[in-house]
């Protein structure tokens, strides 16, 4: 009988630093190039606010900081809005400074985020949601320029023949009712 060897034990490979910290890296540039999804990486997708608005309209660059700042990504066309808001068969009578889409809906003017989210929770059948002209104290037309003015204004839900009803109400960014 041959002698038997005795058994070693193989101790599990332990990653070291290096090869966590590559690893994470690769993760990082591959999410950085927009090739992993934000599901793959664990985080929600932010919707996409797609606006046309003037080069030259601070007020419609305020309301983008402050989508942005409520979980929006942006990317705005400076070209005016006049022939999106035709495309997309809005009633010049519910126009506004900048004509935005996100997720199939139509969003005119100074909507704050907050009616934004709601529309995209609830899913309503509509064209989407305006807040027609530029009330003084709505998201973006709210800077110190104004003086602490506050205009009450309805966020309007306008259906695809473009009539409209009531979403909700503001005073200044305050919902109310």
């Known amino acids: 009988m041959k002698p038997t060897r005795p058994l070693t034990t193989i101790a ?10 590559a690893a994470a890296s690769s993760l990082a540039s591959l999410a950085a190039l927009g090739l992993l999804s934000p599901a793959a990486l664990g985080q929600r997708r932010q919707p996409l606010v797609e606006v046309w608005k003037s080069p030259t309209c601070g007020c419609c660059n305020d309301w983008i900081t402050h989508l942005q700042k409520n979980g929006f990504a942006t990317k705005a066309y400076d070209e005016g809005n006049t022939a999106k808001r035709r ?6 009578a519910l126009g506004s400074c900048h ?12 909507v ?4 934004i989210q709601r529309l995209l ?6 064209l989407g949601l305006s807040v027609p002209q530029m009330p003084i104290g709505s998201p973006g037309m709210d800077g110190p320029e104004y ?10 839900l306008v259906d695809n023949v473009g009539k409209s009803i009531p ?3 503001y005073h ?3 919902r109310i009712g």
């Open 172 to 174: 200044g960014g305050q």
């Open 121 to 126: 929770k609830e899913r309503p059948k509509a």
């Open 147 to 156: 003086g602490g003015q506050k205009d009450t204004y309805d966020v309007l």
């Open 87 to 92: 495309a997309v068969g809005l009633p010049v």
């Open 12 to 21: 599990p490979i332990q990653p070291s630093r290096r090869r966590w910290f």
């Open 99 to 110: 004509t935005a889409t996100v997720e199939g809906y139509v969003i005119e003017g100074h």
């Open 112 to 115: 704050p985020a907050a009616e």
């Open 167 to 169: 979403y909700a109400r």
